[in-house]
């Protein structure tokens, strides 16, 4: 077993990733930031990195993979329903779409709301 790997009681990769997670846990928190997608407190358990708006399939993925300024911070519950996505409807945070778990806001509900109706049929 590896030194370092002994001290820190976990593979020192793993160890490097989890500091990097609580670092950044830890600027979200101090910058003011809530949950992107409900607005709710962050916790650190629970805390994930987002992009907010899809990069994949975009007209230049790479730009928008990596363009600061499309990164946001929520819940991991709140970014995994927002794959769960509808194409088609606006929502109030200027996206296309909207998700089923995350924002509460009108537009979103009456979306939900007609989309659940059309599934049913």
Not at 17 to 34: N, Q, Y
Not at 41 to 50: A, G, N, P, Q, V
Not at 94 to 106: A, D, H, I, M, Q
């Amino acid at each position: 077993m590896d030194k370092k790997q002994k001290q820190l009681g976990m593979n020192p990769s793993t160890a490097q990733a989890r500091l990097l997670r609580d670092l950044l846990f830890d600027f979200a928190v101090k910058s003011g930031h809530k949950c992107f997608r409900c607005g709710e407190s962050l916790d650190r358990k629970t805390f994930s990195i987002e992009h907010i708006e899809n990069w994949l399939d975009s007209d230049n993925p790479v730009e928008k993979f990596f363009d600061i300024k499309n990164i946001a911070y929520s819940h991991l519950s709140c970014n995994a329903g927002a794959s769960r996505t509808v194409r088609g409807q606006v929502r109030r945070h200027g996206l296309k779409r909207y998700n089923t778990y995350g924002c509460r806001c009108e537009v979103c509900k009456d979306a939900k709301s007609k989309y659940n109706k059309l599934r049913v049929r």
